[in-house]
């Protein structure tokens, strides 16, 4: 601590950036206290986000059964008429098991907390206005802004949380409507999209762009698209959304061309904006952007002003909280002069729809736009032996190999287990590994991890260059007496 200052760090916001942040410098015998205004801490992945989102579609492929439905038909279900109530019953389980996993990490560590809304007086100094309306200054020699971001509520939508909502307000819905309309269709929109499909509510896909999903290779958001119109889900894409009234007290979109996409409730997924509104930047030197997002030095998450660092959904791309927790650590160990070794170059992308889809590194087409040559090798999960016991029939994993080095380029997997089986490609990835680790390695046998091998051996077949048949061995000599 020094002489001016009451702690070491002060870290506003309690989700995955601040908490690693916060943890990390307490690690290194720093005196730390977090700021939260939220009711409890864990920041918008605890409460609104990720551990919301990802509950709500674990309940729903339990309880209708999800996972079975290929061997026992689309009609079964494990629970029949599974209500609101039913999926936040679990919910609230789960949130409370993590907020409690939380406080004890802090109070172990020593980190104090304090609740209130934080803003800056100075470089050095925020006041606090606390829930009973009292207002603390605290100082600190190193700050971390983790304050995350919120939805985008544009004014000319009609948010009334109620049937015309956003991803905050749909985790405590009362009721389940009989057809949701999406307004977005990116990775928010598009997984809470695919969870109410699969509850058998009737879901349109609304996107001003040509396509979804942009980032992730164009084979695999075909072969997800045609398994998501399979089971019913509509997409107005390309489709300018000119506003959203409310006839007969159901939302009605209004697109471009004079299309009306009616439903029951409308979920509007449009993009977030950056929490800063509240925290006076002008103050400490810093002022964001117009969605409220920071700068920041991306590999010491260091701002304009230096003993001040940002991390997280605040600094933009990529925000998640695998990426935002990692920053958080890097923020801490900078701020108090530990060497972190450079981040692995590749990181994956989860995305929890129904069915999930993973991908790390380089897609078809980036490998195309770089000029780089390249083969693919493709493996369906219905041709492993694990995927047929389960009863697979979607589910489909792709290598994007290097030509002229056989380096692993890239993996695309869209299927069952797609979030965890892609940590296998990203090790190999990032060691540098090539297409002969696959082909070489022993896997357990069934699993799905098996569909490297088989979409190895599927790049391997286009790859290799027929051998010329071996010539014929040699007559044997003549032996004589
Ligand atoms: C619906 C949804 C699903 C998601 N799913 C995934 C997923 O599956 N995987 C994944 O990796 N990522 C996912 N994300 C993204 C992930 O939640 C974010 O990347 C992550 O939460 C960002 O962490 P953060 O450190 O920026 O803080 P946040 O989690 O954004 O928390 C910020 C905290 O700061 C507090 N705060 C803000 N302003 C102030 C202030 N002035 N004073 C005091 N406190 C303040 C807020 O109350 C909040 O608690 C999802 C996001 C959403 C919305
Ligand atoms: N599994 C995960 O890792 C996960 C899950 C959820 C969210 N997140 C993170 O949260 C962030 C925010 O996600 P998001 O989905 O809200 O935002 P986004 O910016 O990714 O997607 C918004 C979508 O809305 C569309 N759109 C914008 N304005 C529109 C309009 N007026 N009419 C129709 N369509 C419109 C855009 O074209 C885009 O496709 C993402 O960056 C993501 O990284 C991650």
Redesign the pocket.
Known sequence: MTESHEYDLIVIGSGPSGRRAAIQAAKFGRTVLVIDRGARVGGVSVHT??IP??TLRETVLNLTGWRERGFYGMAYRVKTDISAGDLRARLAKTLEYEVDVLEHQFARNGVAVQRGLAHFVDPHRLDILTPAGDTRTVSADKIVIAVG?R??R?PHVPFDDRIVLD?DGIISLDRLPRALTV?????????YATIFSALDVRVTI????DG???FVDRELVANFMHQLRDHGVNFRLG???EAIRIESGQPVALLEGGQRVRGDMLLY????AGATDQLNLAACGLHADHRGRLKADPKTFQTAVPHIYATG?VIG??????TSLEQGRIAACHAFHRDVPPAPEFFP????SVPEISTVGMSEEDARTRGVPYECGVARFRETSRGNIMGLRGGMLKLVIALETRRLLGVHIVGEGA?ELIHIGQAVLNLGGTLDYFLDATFNYPTLAEAYKVAAFDAWNRIAPRAPEPPPPPDPPEITP
Request: proline content about 7%; aromatic content about 10%; hydrophobic content about 30%.
């Open positions: 986000g990720t989102s990802k971001t939805p985008y544009p991803s307004v977005g269709g990116g990775v928010i929109g598009i997984e609304i996107d001003s762009k979804i999903l942009e489709a300018r959304l997924t449009a993009g977030r959904d791309f990529p925000s998640l909280a695998s992308y989860g995305i929890y979030t």
